[in-house]
Structure formats: structure tokens, C-alpha cells
């Protein structure tokens, strides 16, 4: 059984910033990409952003130059540092992981979302 524990969510005026944390924890035997989805209510969930093991990101173009995802290995933590916020930015924010879970000899690889925690920008 893996976890996902995020924070750092809130409110925040407009050019403000935020940034979350996502800590994975459990039977965990390797995290493979690690990444930030948003959605808005009725919309579908997007991807906001993703790192690889290695550390190569991938970003939505909305989100360029704003934010920025970085993670740390030995903590089993991504974050996404969010700066020069704008009210459409408005989401829950859910962190997701390829976690790689030994079963017997083998790894097997399931994908883990967190709970979701809350941005609301004003303007």
C-alpha cells in the first residue's frame, strides 16, 4: 500500500505564490515520474506538470515559466513551486506517481493519486 500526503494549498491573491508537496510513503520499491494534475469543477483533470527520475520536466504551456516542479529522491517529495499566480490557475491540485511495488520476485508498477488539495487565486 502506497500514500500520497500533499499540502501547501490555499488562497492566495493574484502574482502571489504557493508552493505544494507531495510525500510518498509505503511499500514503495522505486518511484518512477512523479507529476501535478489540476481540475476545475466539470472540467476535465490536466496535467500541470511532471518530472522523470532523472529529472527531466514536462510543463502545460498555460503554466511556462510560472512554475516550476522539482523533487527529492530521498524523501520520495515532489513539489511544484507556483509563482506569478492568476485566477484561471484556480484548481484542486492533485499529485500523481508511477510507483514501482515489489510483488514476489517481480516489480509492478501502479499509478497513485493524492487527496487533492485546494488553490483559489484572487483577483
Known amino acids: 500500500q502506497v500514500q500520497l500526503v500533499e499540502s501547501g494549498g490555499g488562497l492566495v491573491q493574484a502574482g502571489g505564490s504557493l508552493r505544494l508537496s507531495c510525500a510518498a510513503s509505503?511499500?514503495?520499491?522505486?518511484?518512477?515520474?512523479m507529476g501535478w494534475y489540476r481540475q476545475d469543477p466539470g472540467k476535465r483533470r490536466e496535467l500541470v506538470a511532471s518530472i522523470s527520475r532523472g529529472g527531466s520536466t514536462n510543463y502545460a504551456d498555460a503554466v511556462k515559466g510560472r512554475f516550476t516542479i522539482s523533487r527529492d529522491n530521498a524523501k520520495n517529495t515532489v513539489y511544484l513551486q507556483m509563482s506569478s499566480l492568476k485566477p484561471e490557475d484556480t484548481a484542486v491540485y492533485y499529485c500523481n506517481t508511477h510507483v514501482g511495488v515489489r510483488v514476489g520476485v517481480l516489480v509492478e508498477e501502479y499509478d497513485y493519486w493524492g487527496q487533492g488539495t485546494q488553490v483559489t487565486v484572487s483577483s
Open positions: 509505503g511499500s514503495i520499491f522505486s518511484i518512477n515520474t
